[in-house]
């Protein structure tokens, strides 16, 4: 188990990556709708999943690059985790780049997107290899798996 944050033998980072994943999420699919219907509702929620999503991303990221930083360099987790976390930061940038030129047009009318949808989707689409990618980590490397509790033992 190469996880070094935890709470009660549990690792952290599994824990908070759903949250970066589902804002992320929601803000496409909300830039998509408001693109459909021109509802500034829908893009002012993509902003608010926007925001949320970057700020959750970064609170999740602290503990991946820690657990990244204990593991041993002469195993195959360590690049697996290094291509991970190079796909999660490019995502983190790209809706980042969305969250502070999107937020700006908060009060606008009708805002006009520019760039929201195509970096939400390449976002999106770096998040689906990270998440590929991180189970791999978990599924063959058996990073953050508790390998003293096996299935079938008390």
Known sequence: MYSKVKIA???????????????????????????????PFWFRVAVVANI??????????????????FIPKDVGAKKTGLF???????????FAIVAFTECGKWDE??????????L???????????????WTLVQKHHVGVDMEHQPGKV
Do not use: E, R
């Open 84 to 94: 991970h976390m190079i796909c999660n930061v490019l995502a983190l940038i790209c």
């Open 109 to 118: 009318v009708k805002p006009v997107l520019g760039l929201a949808i195509p």
């Open 120 to 134: 939400t989707v390449i976002g999106f689409g770096l998040t689906l290899v990270a998440g590929f990618l991180g």
């Open 9 to 39: 033998g549990h690792p952290v980072h599994p824990m908070l990556v759903a949250f970066p994943v589902a804002f992320y999420t929601a803000t496409l699919v909300c830039y998509i709708t408001y693109s459909s219907n021109q509802d």
């Open 52 to 69: 949320a999503g970057v700020a959750t991303a970064v609170l999740a990221a602290l503990p991946g690059f820690i657990d990244w930083l």
